[in-house]
């Protein structure tokens, strides 16, 4: 399997703009997650998909952010207008169905985000 | 105070050695603890997982949980240079499948 799919891998973009990052889980995986990860706050779960549905947004920073997982295989966090305090690297992990909690996490690379 | 913590090192040990990494969470009612190994530039990656109170062992690696005092931690035996990484601890506060995790542990591993 090809594994977790970010893209981009690098975002650079300037205050005020709408940046869209891309997530494909792996193949068969119901549960799909949203985390960021700064020097400062250390990796912060944002959001968490069951079967497409939205389930624990409570990490969502504020209203600039918004999640969607429209079909099982793609995922979007956008993020519109950009701050340059939302620069981060933001990974986007998938679980396979059933087992309760103790399904493995499988992160993706990453995305860079830099905000100017 | 944070959720999960851990000393952000960096814990510097020979070639050999054992290192020893150590977590504590507040919420006594957590159910699940893991140990994520982020090499840098990387994504994090599952190493072990506790469940139980007691000893749990994985080639090099051992995971110890104790609940009564809230704390997790991971041991290293003859510890390579390719160990040398940041390691997270994560815990799930409940049954769901949220995850909390550490500020991680800077590990350095000298030849």
């Known amino acids: 399997d090809a594994g977790v799919i970010q893209s981009p891998r690098h975002e650079v973009t300037e205050m005020g703009q709408e940046v869209t990052l891309r997530c494909k889980p792996i193949?068969?995986?119901?549960?799909l997650f949203w985390y960021r990860q700064t020097m400062m706050r250390g990796l912060e779960l944002l959001i968490y998909?069951?079967?497409?549905?939205?389930?624990?947004d409570s990490g969502m920073p504020e209203d600039r952010f918004s999640a969607k997982m429209p079909n099982a295989s793609f995922s979007t966090l956008k993020i519109q207008p950009s701050e340059p305090r939302d620069s981060a690297v933001y990974f986007c992990?998938?679980?396979?169905?059933?087992?309760?909690?103790?399904?493995?996490?499988?992160f993706g690379p990453g995305t860079r985000l830099t905000v100017l | 105070q944070k959720e999960v913590e851990q000393n952000s090192g960096p814990l510097s040990v020979p070639e050999g050695a054992i290192a020893s990494l150590n977590c504590t969470y507040s919420?006594?009612?957590?159910?699940?603890f893991f140990w994520y190994r982020q090499y840098s530039g990387k994504s994090p990656e599952l190493i072990m997982s506790?469940?139980?109170?007691g000893d749990k062992e994985d080639g090099r690696f051992t995971a110890q949980l104790n609940k009564a005092s809230q704390y997790v931690s991971l041991l290293i035996r003859d510890s390579q240079p390719s160990d040398s990484a940041t390691y997270l601890c994560a815990v799930s506060p409940d049954s769901s499948y949220k995850l909390i995790f550490g500020s991680g542990t800077r590990l350095l591993v000298r030849p």
């Open positions: 193949s068969g995986h119901d549960y």
């Open positions: 919420d006594r009612g957590s159910q699940s």
């Open positions: 506790i469940y139980s109170n």
């Open positions: 992990a998938s679980s396979l169905r059933g087992g309760g909690a103790t399904d493995t996490q499988y």
């Open positions: 998909f069951n079967n497409n549905v939205p389930i624990d």
